[in-house]
């Protein structure tokens, strides 16, 4: 669509009381690696590796059209402690919690957090919601559990939760 014909098309949706029940665009993070050892990942909202042009998340208005299919990034907050010897920075701190994707799924799918959590719990069990930006300090954080490569370069995103801006698909 171009944006000419968006513009009129938001104008007339406008003028008739029409709104939509979605955001356009989510709130999306990627993966940073993996310990070997630890089994640790390292997730968060930097850039994409292996994505041209790079992609990074934007937590104020979201970043990925809420019409792609991505997994969720869901989260079990299990209070464990920090593995010994793990390296962690500001902005890439310990969550003391497990993390794991769903089936790509478009984040327009959900009109609700409560649903979005529901697709996790549906997805791994009753204790599991979605992964939100402030599950470590913000921007970043690190779990146990993985995230998977298993979707090709342009879906290396996951969706995630932040609860104090309009970022989510499902506000």
């Given amino acids: 669509m171009n944006l000419k014909r968006l513009y009129i098309t938001t ?7 029409v709104t939509s029940s979605h955001a356009e665009t989510g709130m999306t993070w990627t993966k940073y690696g993996v310990d070997d050892v630890s089994g640790v990942v390292s997730v968060g909202c930097g850039f994409t590796p292996g994505v041209n042009p790079p992609h990074q998340c934007n937590a104020y208005q979201g970043d990925t059209s809420c019409e792609a ?3 969720l990034l869901c989260f079990l907050d299990t209070g464990l402690e920090k593995p ?11 969550s003391g919690g497990v993390v794991a ?7 327009s799918s959900f ?3 409560a649903e979005a959590d ?12 979605v992964a939100e930006f402030h599950d470590g300090w913000g921007w970043g954080f690190t779990a146990y559990g993985n995230v998977g490569d298993n979707y090709n370069d342009s879906k ?3 969706w995630v939760d932040i609860d104090n801006q309009p970022a989510n698909c499902w506000d």
């Fill in 11 to 17: 104008a007339i949706m406008g003028l008739c009381g």
């Fill in 69 to 71: 299919e991505l997994p």
């Fill in 84 to 94: 010994e010897g793990l390296q962690t920075g500001s902005t890439n701190v310990w």
């Fill in 101 to 107: 994707t769903t089936v790509p799924v478009k984040g």
């Fill in 111 to 113: 009109n609700t957090l």
């Fill in 118 to 129: 529901q697709f996790c719990k549906d997805s791994f069990g009753g204790k599991w919601r």
């Fill in 156 to 158: 290396r995103r996951v």
